[in-house]
């Protein structure tokens, strides 16, 4: 539990291991915040009731769809003497910024259903604490172009150096795949991400820059 200018973050947790016919065939837990404070008591309802049917919603999907999935794997590896692989689904948030008027953070969404590796979504939201509101990224940087031309820039620089793991054609892929809704504030500026596969390669993971201009 963090409590940070008169407000407190405690995490709550939702988690299960789910068997069939003996197997584990699915582990999952959701750790999401709860935030509670004597001056914004109205908003922080609001941002607590988003966080909290975010955690149920995939609950949710988790113990229908993905354990649906789970079954088939099990009866598709004892068909063919595989062993069990058990499914694995994770949702944790990380804040990232808390004063007296904004909340920042981003939650990471890990899946793993068989196969070579898992993969991670990330989402993100800004909160102003008097209103309950989510922030816009234009309110910190009005002109969306220019955010772009700084991520090619950073990427061309980078490349320079020798760090050359994104795609050939990465200049058309930040223009089709920069969304301003994923994006978090930090006490040294603004960060925006990109999703697996979305500019690099798996090995990449999720690519996050710092906005400069």
Known sequence: MDTIQNITIKPLT????????????L?????????TSDRFSPSLWKI????????????????????????????VNRLN?????????????????????????YTDQYIYAGGAHGST????????????ERIPLTDFHPDLSVVEKDIISQINEQMKSGDNYFFTNY??????NFHPKNYYLTPNGTIVFFQEYDIAPYAAGIVTFKITQ
Request: proline share 3%; glycine share 2%; aromatic share 14%.
């Open 81 to 105: 003497n595989y062993p069990v692989n058990a499914y694995e689904a994770l949702m944790e948030f990380t804040p990232t910024l808390l004063n007296d008027n904004m909340f920042s953070l």
């Open 48 to 75: 607590n009731k988003f966080y909290a049917n975010k955690a149920h919603t995939f609950q949710s999907y988790v113990n229908k769809s993905l354990k649906i999935d789970a079954i088939t794997n099990l009866a």
């Open 121 to 132: 979504t990330r989402s993100s939201e800004t909160w102003n604490l008097k209103s309950g």
């Open 171 to 176: 200049i058309e892929l930040v223009k089709q």
């Open 27 to 35: 582990k999952y837990k959701i750790v999401y915040p709860y935030l």
């Open 14 to 25: 939702l988690s299960d291991e789910i068997k069939y016919v003996g197997n584990t065939i």
